[in-house]
């Protein structure tokens, strides 16, 4: 697997992981920044609170001072003080609708020894029922002689009690007189409320305002006092400005610097913010506590950051797994795609792979091919055909074929119908088989025999159209006729000498009696049998340099010449004049020697035999000029000559020139020795001889330079199995030949033998004497 596969496998995954991470984070910024507001929000909210809150408890401290004071003027306006008066200046008190106030007092200092005197005054003055409750041993006493109750709840007033028994009353009362200003007492239980059960006992304070004549030099005449339950004051003052969302806590800071809760006001909720701020009152300063819960302030108690978290998680896991969708998605189809890719390139390659093995077979092949669409035109021509064909397409209709191609029928003169064309035929979706089709044109002026075979196209080719497959015949046909006429002059050849043996046994039947006669019946009858068996010796001798292997060798040509003209020389020896040779130098070739030895003892043979009666025989064997790497032998005679016009066929088979029929011969011999050269790839031709005679002459590779002349060496060619049984037909045929040599009848080992050369085996092969009668029967 690649490293870029890799990296595209794990991009969607950490493109998503990314886009979660971010968006995780974003979600948490934005909650953190609207937890952030909100906080800042409910600090504002909790000041505003806590502002209006220090304002309504300073307002209403305020107005109870003032409400006190302004009383108080009331009171000290009037010279002589009765309940009437004090009625009348505490009215507006009373519908002042003052929180957690529970009554105001007029209250006289009294002394001891004033007592009675001062009962009577105030009962005079409208306290019918005031009876003075003196605190015993003290001798300053403050006494509450008119009081009027400011919360029904609370009953009746209660007067003549003694304040100055209560330090915390009795201290602010001194001072306000003292200063001439109201004063607020310390914090206690109100006389009236300490017989409640401890539960319901309330911090409470007074103000106390004095009342100074407006004489010129003013008179201290007492106090106009307020009592308030610090629970109740805070209850209220703190009930409208906190909404149910403040605690809040009231302290006083005493006289003596003690500090003690007025009143404490509890809301539910868990508070995390507080506030401490100082409240005059009166003549001291006492301290407001708030405290409130951050969540249940308006607009800080929000469910938004909660809401948006959520969201924000929820957005981002789905945008998260639809990114990861797409990106894998992307991903896959990538993959997908280059799946498809690396399968097209394959394909691609090995389709490649299959046109160039198509095109080599094509090249390569022997036979051509030709392949035309469904209108004829040509879509594929492999060199074999255009080679056969001799010209090119020029891309003409049908029509044109047979004049284009020089198309005829096998006789190749009969201009070969549109109809009969293999192409044709296949294009009309017929199958045909080894049409002979003649073609001769400018590219090929001899003519060529072909055999083609038309198929339609198939149809996994996608299109409609038709093949031919065509192969060169011309050559079989030009064999087959050859072997036709072989058969023929064989037969020929065969029955004359058999009809002279059957003749001549017949008349040895006869003319038994005569011992002349039947002498001379029996020497035709083996003359005839040894025409037959150099027939059949030729014939051998035709088939092996056609068909047998060659087995190449560098061979010295002047001993083994020598030798041929010799055994000829020996053979002719007493039948005639004493015939003569010379050989010239001559160089070693690369050659089967049985083959080359076949071709020297043919032409040396013909150079004996085809003389003029009489006339000494002359063969001389010399050396011509060749090209580069080649030999060049010549055999030249002194015989009869060969006319012009059989010079060109006497190489064929079986051809015999004008003047010859009186020599023996089978026409074999020089197609044999052509076809030997022609093995080699030399050439073989002939000419006059300049001084009268034939010369012949034929050509064969050079041997390699500085390798041993040795004509006994046989170089060993690559035999395959083939070969080996054409060799192994031949040497038994050849054995069986021997055999029946061997057991000729008693006396006719004289006569001229055929057998091969016992001590050379190879040159057996082709040791077939050149015919050499000189007389014919
Ligand atoms: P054959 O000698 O058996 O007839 P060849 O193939 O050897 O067959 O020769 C073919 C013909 O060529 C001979 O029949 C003869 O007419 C002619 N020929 C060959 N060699 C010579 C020669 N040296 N001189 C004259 N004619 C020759």
Known sequence: MTAGRVRSRWTGPALAAAVVLGGVLATLFVVAGLRSAQHDGSQRVMDQRAQMALAAVRAETDRYRTLLATTAAGIAAGDELNWADFDLASAPLASAGLIGAVAVAYVVPVTTAQIPAAQAHWRAAGASDLTLRPEPGRDDHYFPVFTRMLNEQDGAGRTGTDLGGVPQPAAALRAAEQTMRPTVSDTYVLVRDRGLPAGRQQQSFVFAAPVWTRANAPVFRGWVVLG??????????????????????????????????????????????????????????WELGLRADSARLPGAGSRLPAIVLTGGLILTGLLGWLVLVLATGRARARARVEQATAELRAAEVESRRQAGLLGAI???????????????????ENPAARRLMGVGDIGGHPETWQEHYGAYRADGVTPMPLEEMPLIRALHGEQTDGVEVFIRNAGRPDGVLLSVDGRPLDPSAGLRGAVAVSRDITDLRRYEKDLAIFAGVVAHDLKAPLAIVRGHCELAIEDHGDEQELQYSLSRIIRSVDRMDTLIETLLAYSTARDAPLRIGDVALEPLIREVLQERAAALRGSGPE?????????????????????????????????????????????????????????????????????????????RAQGSAAYAGTGLGLAICQRIVDRHGGEIGV???????????????????????????????????????????????LAERAAILDSRLPGMGALPSAAPSSHDPAAARLHAPVPDHQQQD
């Open 687 to 733: 000419e006059d001889n300049p001084g009268g005679g034939t010369r012949f002459h034929f050509t064969l590779p050079a041997a390699a330079v500085g390798e041993d002349d040795t004509m006994n060496h046989i170089p060993a060619e690559p035999v395959g199995d083939e070969d080996a049984e054409v060799r192994a037909a031949l040497d038994r045929a």
């Open 228 to 285: 308030l339950r610090g629970g109740d004051f805070l209850a209220g003052v703190l009930d409208t400005v906190s909404q149910g969302q403040l605690d809040g806590s009231l302290v006083a800071v005493n006289n003596d610097g003690s500090r003690a809760e007025v009143a404490r006001l509890s809301v539910p909720g868990d508070p995390d913010l507080s506030r401490v701020d100082p409240v005059p009152v009166a003549d001291h300063v």
């Open 362 to 380: 094509m090249t390569t092949l022997g036979d051509g091919v030709s392949v035309v669409d469904g209108d004829g035109r040509l879509l594929l």
């Open 579 to 655: 015939p003569e040779w010379s050989v010239e130098p001559l160089p070693a070739v690369r050659a089967d020697p049985a083959m080359l030895r076949h071709v020297l003892d043919n032409l040396i043979g013909n150079a004996f035999k085809y003389v003029r009666p009489g006339a000494v025989p002359r063969a001389t064997v010399t050396s011509g000029v060749a090209a580069p790497g080649w030999a060049r032998i010549e055999v030249s005679d002194a015989g009869i000559g060969i006319p012009d016009p059989d010079k060109a066929r006497i190489f064929e088979s079986f051809h």
